[in-house]
């Protein structure tokens, strides 16, 4: 498709910010994102294998992991608007014609999500104590939530691999000359690069119980043979996990369309299998540092920050395979600054998020540290007033300019 074209699609008010904003966060969220999915992946698939398990240390990992599937849900699904809204700001053109190809599965999208929530939410209620209880109910709930939610990926996988072919999509859209707007096919997917991101599920949830038992180890009475179950559990997750991710990575690149080929051997391919590499690396490199301090967590932070890598390496390729091959340059969208709401954008990303979620990780910390019932310190509490204090703020501010904007025109 002719440049020209794909210019004329964007917003004519323009973007109300640098561009490069848009982008760089884009990336950051979808890191975010994307590791809240993998955790769940990982979290609801150790759930369904422990509950089907009669074993002991399997059935207190299937009660934690639903516990956590349950939170990283609800985490993935809020991370997940910011990235939608950065890509829709910049990449409009391709975005919008993709979702409108395929607009039965967008709207399916959330009907699919919202039942795969149910059921994992179900799943939950039915099985409040999986270590006590004997039997489990309705795994099948718990199955069909996976399935669900690899429905839910595999949708927004075949938006994003449609939006970079605008060369076919006059020929999705009227095959033979023929019009269908129905928008019942997805017309694109690559099954290697959709695996990857799938399989990368394995490694971080890996990494997470890592981090999962080096939290256990600071309470004490730990049973030590859980402890050790879990990493011998960890360990291969990890290993193993992350050789068939960079294995289905490698098909990926094989894969790529001809026009975008040396993307394979390029530096941001280059650097995302040496983060990946290295992710994979830390806990046996570590080895016994892990039982101490926070060496624990660091092979997650490492794995966060490999996430990161791989965002970054996606949207460039996604840059070479638009401006590269179809010569549109999303950093020079017309700016019309708007300072109010980027500051707002970041004010309450940074001061707003950061205290509240300051206040929850330590209540959690706290309380995960303390036999029987938890009570909060005066310092805690402060926090929790702060956090309440900044949300009340930012709710009044927000209704405040509103009504000064609708009625001071």
Known sequence: MDASMLYALRDPLGVPAAPIIFLLLGVLTWALHIAAVHVLLGASSLTLFGSLNKNLHWRRLADAMVSTAKIA?????VLGVAPLLFVQVIYDPFWYTSNVLSA???IGFIAFLIIGSLLLFSFYALNSSMKTQPKTRCP???LAAIAFFLVVGFI???LSVQMLKPEKWMEWYAPGGIVDASGRALHAYNFWR???FISLSAPVIGLWLIAYRRYLLGRENEDQAYLAFVRRLAMPLISIGGIIALALYVGWMATLDQNVASFALSFWSIITVAMLLLAVAVPFVLSKK???GFWGYAPFAVGAVALIVVGAMREALRWTTLYGVHGYNALDYKLHMDWYSTLMFFLTF???GGAVLAYLLTVSWKAGQTKGMYVASPMVNRMGTIGIS????WIIQYFAIGLWVAYSG
Do not use: E, K, P, T
């Open 156 to 158: 927004m996988h075949a």
């Open 290 to 292: 892990i039982d101490s």
């Open 73 to 77: 849900v609800s985490v993935a699904i």
């Open 350 to 352: 940074a001061v707003i």
């Open 104 to 106: 039965w599965w967008v």
């Open 390 to 393: 900044l949300l009340a703020v």
């Open 194 to 196: 959709f695996g990857f």
């Open 140 to 142: 099948g709930a718990m």
